[in-house]
């Protein structure tokens, strides 16, 4: 299974929106509703900020919204902040049982 | 409200063998579904493999299937993952997971929360 592909990187300036891409294949994005998004600050333990594609954890600030379209997952962060700047992955379940992940991006608010 | 407490930080030997463990408290073990992923240095996540307890069969990822091993004990609520033949490129920490519950068959919740604290695994002679 090979990897989701994910921008390695990605800026924006406080306030503005930024959208982080993930794309796979019909035997796992394209093929299911179960891609997951999270976020790992660092040396910090990865948190799900999206679920099943589009959902929120509880609590989770609406500002982080998740699509998909075909093969490509998207992850939006609007009025972007300062404590957004982490690295963000993306995840799905396969056709194969199992999951894959994105490679990761690192997100640079300026 | 499930938790999990990963085993402590491990230096091994190339060519040896390490084993993890999670342990879970709080909810029902034997029906979630359970993964290990890991991280090796600036690098990103890898899905290792997983197990339902209740089931017993683990999944492996094409890449470690031929030298891992993943079991649960349900006595304990426990699982465990087997690392052989362990080189320097294994150095990483490795999570546990939960994955999902199964609910009359079918596994719900295909996404990865809560996670344990994380185990450095340093692979070096």
């Known amino acids: 299974q090979s990897a989701l592909t994910q921008p390695a990187s990605v800026s924006g300036s406080p306030g503005q929106s930024i959208t982080i891409s993930c794309t796979g294949t019909?035997?796992?994005?394209?093929?299911?509703?179960?891609v997951s998004w999270y976020q790992q600050q660092p040396g910090k333990v990865p948190k799900v900020i999206i679920y099943?594609?589009?959902s929120r954890p509880s609590g989770l600030s609406s500002r982080f919204s998740g699509s998909k379209s075909g093969d490509t997952a998207s992850l939006t962060i609007s009025g972007l902040q300062a404590e957004d700047e982490a690295d963000y992955y993306c995840?799905?379940?396969?056709?194969?049982?199992?999951?894959?992940f994105g490679g990761g991006t690192k997100l640079t608010v300026l | 409200q499930v938790q999990m407490a990963q085993s402590g930080s491990e230096v091994k030997e190339p060519g040896s063998s390490v084993k993890v463990s999670c342990k879970a408290t709080?909810?029902?073990?034997?029906?979630?579904?359970f993964s290990w992923v890991r991280q090796a240095p600036g690098q990103g996540l890898e899905w290792v493999g997983g197990?339902?307890?209740?089931?017993?069969?683990?999944n492996y990822g094409r890449k470690f299937q031929d030298r891992v091993t993943i079991t649960a004990d349900e006595s304990t609520t426990t699982v465990y993952m087997d690392l052989r033949s362990l080189r320097a490129e294994d150095t990483a920490v490795y999570y546990c997971?939960?994955?999902?519950?199964?609910?009359?068959?079918?596994?719900?919740?295909?996404?990865?929360?809560?996670w344990g604290q994380g185990t450095l695994v340093t692979v070096s002679s």
């Open positions: 099943d594609v589009s």
């Open positions: 995840s799905s379940y396969t056709s194969s049982n199992t999951w894959v």
């Open positions: 709080g909810g029902t073990f034997s029906s979630y579904a």
């Open positions: 019909s035997s796992d994005v394209g093929g299911y509703n179960h």
């Open positions: 197990i339902i307890p209740m089931v017993g069969k683990p």
């Open positions: 997971a939960r994955a999902g519950k199964l609910w009359f068959g079918e596994l719900l919740g295909k996404w990865f929360d809560p």
